[in-house]
């Protein structure tokens, strides 16, 4: 079953580009990880599946049902954290959760003290009193209290020290295990590399690749590094399939996508003096979706 359904949704704003038919499916249970740079249209693809604005065309679902006409039903199952959070200043920690819990209409005192603890929050701090990082954990707190069957997450880290991180990512790990499915939207690809069972890659508003992170470090993409005997022509290794080649002295380093045979005969009619191939991991993989065509 799919939690969510995104089918060629398209939104514009005037002149400014927003998204361009984005289609993707996030599966019951799965940590689905969605990346791109600052800008590249993740949060406004989050934003129309909260109906928070509304598309342009196409359409999204959330456990089947339509995300604009069925939002307030749909909303009750989510937990959603934004990139940034705004409070009423004024306010004690512990009123603000316990107003926000009140939507839900269960008793969630219990849960909310479970989650300040693990978060190491205050509860009695007022919103105006917290640093930045205090506000995401309450953000977090407030995402997380009703205990959600689809959490949404969109750049969640940003203000969280690395031990606050971890405490976090082993949360959401147990919120998955626990049976809730969870969107990842980070431009930080070792928290994506870390959690996430798929991902989908989005670049000035559409989907350049939906793919299992596994196969796209393993099968799609080596990393060559070679130590030749004598310096060779930069157009050598310029070849289909080969992306950020570099060149320095005598060292040659690229990441290659293709038949491997292709490469490795390249290799063969050179002298070298040592060969390294890898996996590449993430961050490399994704730049090669983001180099852009001379």
Known sequence: MNVIEINHLTKVY????????VSFQVKEGEIF???GPNGAGKSTTIRLLLSLIYPTSGNATIFGKDVVKYASEIKKEIGYLPSEVFYYDNMKVKDLLKYSASFYKKDCTKRIKELAEI?????TKKIDDLSLGNKKKVGIVQGLLHEPKLIILDEPTSGLDP??????FDLLEKENQKGATILFSSHILSEVQ???????????????????IRTLKENNYKKFKLETISELDFNYFKVD????????????????KGNINTITEKIANIEIANLWVEEPDLEEIFMHF???EE
């Open 290 to 292: 983001y180099q852009r």
């Open 241 to 256: 399939g080969v992306n950020q080649l570099k060149i320095v002295g005598k060292t040659v380093s690229f990441i290659f």
């Open 33 to 35: 990880g969605f990346i």
């Open 119 to 123: 978060m190491e929050l205050d509860l």
């Open 194 to 212: 870390r959690l996430c069972d798929r991902v989908a890659i989005i670049k000035e508003g559409k989907i350049v690749q939906v793919e299992k």
């Open 163 to 168: 031990l606050m991180q971890q405490r976090f």
């Open 14 to 21: 005037g002149k400014s580009r927003g998204i361009s038919d």
